[in-house]
C-alpha cells in the first residue's frame, strides 16, 4: 500500500503542528499536533536517542476512519519529523483497522509495540509489530509477523476490548499486560500474562474494575516513586512504590486516575481510599484532554504525559479546520509529596522556544483592576508564570456542600462574577477591548474546616463570531495548602489553545478556542481581579514563543 508523505506539518511554535486552520481563524500556527482523523497519540517511546510518536491518523480527512498509526520522531520532544506511517491496515488480523496500543522496550533494548487490530468480522484482536531494521536510528519500518493475533477476544466482549498497555516484568517470570473493555455498565482492565511475550494467558480476574463506569478505553498502569520527580520504568520493583491507573471513559469522554497499590502476588490494584474512583476521580487534566499515555525516558529519568486535546465540533467544522484534535505539550508528571494526587509540568526543553521576555513584580490589584502584560511580547503565542498572593482569606465566599460539580459551579461563577477572594488570573487571547478573552482564574471559597480552590479556564468568551462551537467553562478543584496566601498559574497559550497548569501542576486545564478578534498582533494578556480583596502579582514572567523546526 503505497502512502504519500505527510505533508501538513509547519513551523509553529511549539510541538508538531499544523497548519490549516485559517479559515475559522486566520491563524497559521498553532503549537500542537495536527490530526485528521483523530489525533489519538499510541505507543509513545524513548529509543536510542529519540522520542517516537504514533498516532492514529486519517490520511484521507479530518474525520474519523481509515485509522492508521502515523509516526513522527524528534531528539527533543520539541522539533519533530513527519515519517511514513509505521502500521496500517494490511493483514486479516487487522484489515479493518489499526487502534490504539503501547510499546515496550523489551531486554536487549528491542522495541515492540502491542496494537488493536480489527478483522473482516469487526472482532477486537490484540497484535504485535516489531522494528524491521534495529539499526535504523528512526525505526521506519514496522513488521506485522504472521503469529499474530497474540490475543482473540476469547470470554470478552468482541467489541469492547482494545488498547494494550506497556507491558510490564515481574520477578516470577512473567511478562503482564492490560486490555480496556467492559461488561454492561463495569469498566475492566483485563490482565494478560506471557512468559515469552508471544502466548498470553488471561488472569482469573481484572487487575481492576468499577461498576458504572462504561468502557475503560486507554488504560495506562504504571508506577510512581513514593518521592521526588524522577519516573520509574514499568517494569521497576522497589520497596514504597505507589500505583497509578488511568482510564479514558469512552462515555464521558473524560479520564481518571487513581493512585494506589499493586499486590503482584495477586495481580490485584487496589486504589488508596484518598482516591475516588469512578467518575467523579481525579483527571489528569480538566479539559479538552482524551486517550492519554505516558511513558518512561530513560534518558532523562522522567515519566512524560502525552495527551489528546480532542475536539467537539461537527463533522463539517472538523473538515472545514482541517483537523479534529492536536497533541497537547509533553508533561513530565511525578507523585505529589501528599502522596494523593500527580503534579504535571510541561517538558524543560520546551523551554527552549522562549524568547522576549516582560516581566510584573509586585503590582497591586485592587477589585476590578487590570493590567495588561507587557506589549513587547507575542500574546497569541507565549509562555506564562504568575504568583498572586492575597492578605488574608477573610473575605473568602462561603462554600456549599452541595456544589460538587467544578464546571457547573465554575458556569455559574464566572470571571466577571465579584467574588472575596478572587476571581483572580489571566485573560489570555485578549481582544484590546476585551470583547473576546480566555480568562483562566481562581477562586477561593470557606467550609467548615478549609478552603476550597476552584481553578477554571473559561472558552465561553473566546470567540465572538465562530458560532455553533462547543465553548465550556471548564474547571477542577486544586487541592492546595493556602498557608502561605499565594497562588501559582502557568499558561502556554498557542492561538487556539490554552494549557494551563495550576499550584504547580496540580490541576490542569486545556481550552480549544477559536477567538477571531484576538489573533495575532491583536491579541493581548491582561492579569485582572475581580474579588473584592486586594492580591498581588508577585511575580510574572511572559515569554514570545519561537518556532521549532517542524518537517525541516
Ligand atoms: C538498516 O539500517 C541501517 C542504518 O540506516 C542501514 O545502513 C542498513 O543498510 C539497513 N539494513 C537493511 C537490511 O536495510
Ligand atoms: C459489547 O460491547 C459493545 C460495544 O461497546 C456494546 O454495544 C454491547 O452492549 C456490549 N455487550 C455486552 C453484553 O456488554
Ligand atoms: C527497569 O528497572 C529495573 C529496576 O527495578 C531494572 O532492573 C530494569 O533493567 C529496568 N528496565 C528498563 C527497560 O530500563
Ligand atoms: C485510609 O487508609 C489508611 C492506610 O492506608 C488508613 O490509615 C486510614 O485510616 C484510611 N482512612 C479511611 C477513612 O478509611
Ligand atoms: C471531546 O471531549 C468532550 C469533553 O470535553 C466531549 O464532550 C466530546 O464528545 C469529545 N469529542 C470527541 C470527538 O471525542
Ligand atoms: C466581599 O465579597 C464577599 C463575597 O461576595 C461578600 O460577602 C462581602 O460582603 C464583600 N465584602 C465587601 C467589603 O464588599
Not at 507565549?382 to 456542600?401: N, Q, R
Not at 455559574?412 to 467574588?419: I, R
Not at 474546616?449 to 462547543?470: I, P, Q, W
Request: proline residues 6%; charged residues 20%; aromatic residues 12%.
Amino acid at each position: 500500500m503505497a502512502l504519500k508523505p505527510l505533508t501538513w506539518f509547519i513551523q509553529s511554535f511549539n510541538l508538531l503542528l499544523l497548519l490549516q486552520s485559517n479559515k475559522l481563524t486566520g491563524l497559521d500556527s498553532i503549537f500542537n499536533l495536527p490530526s485528521t482523523g483523530s489525533m489519538v497519540q499510541t505507543g509513545p517511546m524513548y529509543y536510542n536517542g529519540i522520542y517516537h510518536l504514533f498516532y492514529q491518523y486519517n490520511p484521507k480527512g479530518a474525520v474519523w476512519g481509515n485509522i492508521v498509526w502515523a509516526h513522527s520522531v524528534s531528539r527533543d520532544m520539541v522539533n519533530w519529523q513527519a515519517l511514513e506511517p509505521a502500521i496500517y491496515p494490511s493483514k486479516p488480523f487487522d484489515i479493518k483497522g489499526c487502534w490504539s496500543g503501547s510499546a515496550t522496550i523489551m531486554p536487549g533494548n528491542k522495541p515492540i509495540i502491542l496494537y488493536t487490530g480489527i478483522d473482516s468480522k469487526e472482532r477486537q484482536l490484540q497484535n504485535y509489530a516489531v522494528p524491521k531494521n534495529l539499526s535504523d536510528p528512526y525505526l521506519r519500518e514496522w513488521i506485522k509477523p504472521d503469529n499474530n493475533p497474540l490475543v482473540f477476544p476469547n470470554g470478552v466482549n468482541a467489541s469492547a476490548f482494545r488498547d494494550p498497555t506497556t507491558a510490564w516484568w515481574e520477578d516470577d517470570g512473567h511478562w503482564r499486560m492490560l486490555v480496556g473493555s467492559r461488561r454492561k455498565h463495569r469498566g475492566i482492565a483485563y490482565l494478560y500474562r506471557s512468559r515469552d511475550f508471544m502466548k498470553w494467558t488471561k488472569a482469573k480476574h481484572p487487575i481492576h474494575s468499577k461498576e458504572k463506569t462504561g468502557m475503560w478505553e486507554c488504560p495506562d498502569f504504571f508506577p510512581v516513586s513514593p518521592s521526588g520527580k524522577n519516573g520509574l520504568n514499568t517494569s521497576y520493583s522497589g520497596p514504597n512504590m505507589k500505583y497509578v491507573l488511568k482510564v479514558s471513559l469512552d462515555e464521558t469522554r473524560h479520564e481518571y486516575y487513581t493512585v494506589g497499590s499493586y499486590f503482584n502476588d495477586k495481580d490485584r490494584y487496589v486504589p488508596d481510599n484518598t482516591s475516588v474512583d469512578g467518575w467523579a476521580g481525579l483527571r489528569y487534566d480538566y479539559g479538552n484532554f482524551y486517550a492519554s499515555k505516558t511513558f518512561f525516558d530513560a534518558s532523562r529519568n522522567r515519566r512524560i504525559l502525552w495527551g489528546w486535546a480532542n475536539e467537539s465540533d461537527s463533522k463539517e467544522d472538523d473538515i472545514r479546520k482541517g483537523w479534529a484534535g492536536i497533541q497537547t505539550i509533553p508533561r513530565s508528571l511525578w507523585l505529589d509529596p501528599n502522596g494523593k494526587q500527580l503534579l504535571q509540568w510541561p517538558i524543560q526543553e520546551l523551554e527552549t522556544l522562549r524568547g522576549k521576555n516582560a516581566e510584573i513584580s509586585n503590582k497591586v490589584l485592587k477589585s476590578g483592576e487590570n493590567v495588561e502584560v507587557g506589549t513587547g511580547i507575542t500574546a497569541a503565542q507565549a509562555d506564562v508564570e504568575v504568583t498572586f498572593s492575597f492578605p488574608s482569606l477573610d473575605k473568602a465566599e462561603p462554600f456549599d456542600p452541595s456544589w460538587v460539580d467544578a464546571e457547573k459551579l465554575c458556569g455559574q461563577k464566572g470571571s466577571t462574577v465579584k467574588g472575596g477572594v478572587g476571581p483572580f488570573g489571566l485573560l489570555t487571547l485578549a481582544s484590546e477591548k476585551l470583547e473576546e478573552y480566555t480568562p483562566v482564574f481562581f477562586r477561593i471559597f470557606k467550609a467548615p474546616n478549609k478552603h476550597v480552590v476552584l481553578m477554571c479556564s473559561d472558552a465561553t468568551r473566546s470567540s465572538l463570531k465562530a458560532t455553533g462551537l462547543y465553548k465550556p467553562s471548564f474547571a477542577g478543584f486544586v487541592d492546595v495548602d493556602l498557608a502561605d496566601k499565594k497562588l501559582s498559574l502557568r499558561s502556554l497559550i498557542d492561538h487556539s489553545v490554552v494549557e494551563s497548569f495550576g499550584a504547580g501542576g496540580k490541576t490542569c486545564i486545556t481550552s480549544r478556542v477559536y477567538p477571531t478578534l484576538a489573533i495575532f498582533n491583536n491579541a493581548h494578556l491582561f492579569a485582572f481581579n475581580n474579588g473584592n480583596e486586594t492580591v498581588t502579582i508577585d511575580k510574572l514572567s511572559a515569554w514570545s514563543m519561537n518556532k521549532p523546526q517542524m518537517n525541516a
